[in-house]
């Protein structure tokens, strides 16, 4: 158990729906990002956020959006969805937001995302 | 374009050694990471370099050139448990002090009796 939670762990949907997907990071960690996993993508990094503030983007969709609250937790948004946007949805944690030594990351269990 | 290579599937015997390679190009370099990932399961830290060199863990050894953009993983007296794919990634600094990840496609090992 790596301490970051996220919900749902699983979620059907229908093209051109809107959902939203929510993370919980350990306890004292600073920084969320989220992935995207594919059978045919692979992990991709979509955007990360430290302590509320976006500070890294990386392949997200427009369609796609995110945010830190105050309390940590964050959400990912995905609108308008597409059977393509079918995968699996990693939230990570880390204590900070670039390196300083080695700052691993810690993924939570992730939520899979069925379009239909 | 970032780009990583890494072999798609390696297989090995219980108790050997396997070195799995991993090449990048990438427009910046914070640091080169490794994680393991069992089917259906999260990714989970391995190793992390971010100057020349080798770094051990345990088990598990990671080395790292920054001039060839090449590094490798090196897994000794391997275990059936040790079947699982495993991904090298490039973490890349932002403007805003962030991390950039470019992770490759990821290496699936089958470890056999």
């Known amino acids: 158990d790596s301490g970051v939670t996220q919900t749902p762990k699983h979620l059907i949907t229908a093209t051109g729906q809107r959902v939203t997907l929510r993370c919980s990071p350990r306890?004292?960690?600073?920084?969320v990002y989220w992935y995207q996993q594919s059978l045919d993508q692979g992990l991709q990094f979509l955007i990360q956020?430290?302590?509320?503030?976006?500070?890294a983007k990386g392949n997200i969709l427009e369609r796609f959006s995110a945010q830190q609250f105050p309390d940590l937790h964050s959400e990912l948004n995905l609108s308008s969805l597409e059977l393509g946007d079918s995968a699996l949805y990693f939230c990570a944690s880390s204590p900070r937001t670039r390196l300083a030594g080695s700052d691993e990351q810690f993924f939570g269990p992730g939520t899979r995302l069925t379009v239909l | 374009g970032q780009n990583i290579d890494q072999p798609t599937e390696m297989t090995a015997t219980e108790g050997a050694i396997v070195q799995i390679n991993c090449t990048y190009q990438t427009s910046g370099f914070n640091g080169l990471f490794w994680y393991q990932q069992h089917a259906g399961e999260a990714p989970t830290f391995l190793s992390y370099?971010?100057?020349?060199g080798l770094e051990e863990k345990g088990r598990f050894s990671s080395f790292l050139s920054r001039s060839k953009g090449y590094s490798y993983l090196l897994l000794k007296e391997l275990q059936m448990k040790d079947s699982a794919s495993y991904l090298c990634?490039?973490?890349?600094?932002?403007?805003?002090?962030?991390?950039?990840?470019?992770f490759g496609p990821g290496t699936r090992l089958s470890v056999l009796p």
């Open positions: 956020y430290y302590n509320g503030e976006e500070r």
């Open positions: 306890s004292g960690d600073l920084s």
């Open positions: 990634a490039v973490s890349r600094p932002t403007l805003l002090y962030g991390q950039n990840f470019v």
């Open positions: 370099n971010v100057l020349d």
